[in-house]
T-cell receptor
């Protein structure tokens, strides 16, 4: 498989559930990103990892917990979410954090009920 | 701080007609500029980019954009659209500082009418 993949593609969870989103990149990149895409709002950068080290955390609530076990995999652990957290969550990667181009996965459509 | 403004949230256009999607940015430093396209149920795909040099940038699928520094604009154009161009288009800006951080616009939905 090539590019950036994300699983699951769709997720419905209750506010008391715990779930995880998974991202995998097959591009040999060293930087990975989580974005939140909500309707009528710009993409919001949530987290940035470089060589498995978190280098950016954009004031994201603690109910979102990222994990980067290696440079190819990125997880977003979710717990006690709110309905306003419903959105499309996009993963992206780039060769380095100072690379000008990012490669995006197809996203996970999350609905919190 | 940098910002991106896409004034048009939706642009309907007939098939084979030309289209222009507008993008304005603000930044206190020199920038890189990008257009991304998002087809339904897919992630963002880079359409074209301006890094330096010629202000007219050509991308994939027949799209082009022109960097206008005096007007701080980076409008996207295509002389003749196809049904398959129906998608959402995002303009983005990145400063040229050491740490890469891209700011995206709110997107413009292009609806091509047969």
């Amino acid at each position: 498989e090539t590019g950036v993949t994300q699983t699951p593609r769709h997720l419905v969870m209750g506010m008391t559930n715990k779930k995880s989103l998974k991202c995998e990149q097959h591009l040999g990149h060293n930087a990975m990103y989580w974005y939140k895409q909500s309707a009528k709002k710009p993409l919001e950068l949530m987290f940035v990892y470089s060589l498995e080290e978190r280098v950016e955390n954009n004031s994201v609530p603690s109910r979102f917990s990222p994990e980067c076990p290696n440079s190819s995999h990125l997880f977003l652990h979710l717990h006690t979410l709110q309905p306003e957290d419903s959105a499309l969550y996009l993963c992206a990667s780039s060769p380095r954090t100072d690379s000008y181009e990012q490669y995006f996965g197809p996203g996970t459509r999350l609905t919190v009920t | 701080a940098q910002s991106v403004t896409q004034l048009d949230s939706q642009v309907p256009v007939f098939e084979e007609a030309p289209v222009e999607l507008r993008c304005n940015y603000s930044s206190s430093v020199s920038v890189y500029l990008f257009w991304y396209v998002q087809y339904p149920n897919q992630g963002l795909q880079l359409l074209l980019k301006y890094l330096s040099g010629s202000t007219l940038v050509k991308g994939i699928n027949g799209f082009e954009a022109e960097f206008n520094k005096s007007q701080t604009s980076f409008h996207l154009r295509k002389p003749s659209v196809h049904i398959s161009d129906t998608a959402e288009y995002f303009c983005a800006v990145s400063d040229r500082g050491g740490y890469q951080k891209v700011t995206f616009g709110t997107g413009t939905k292009l609806q091509v009418i047969p």
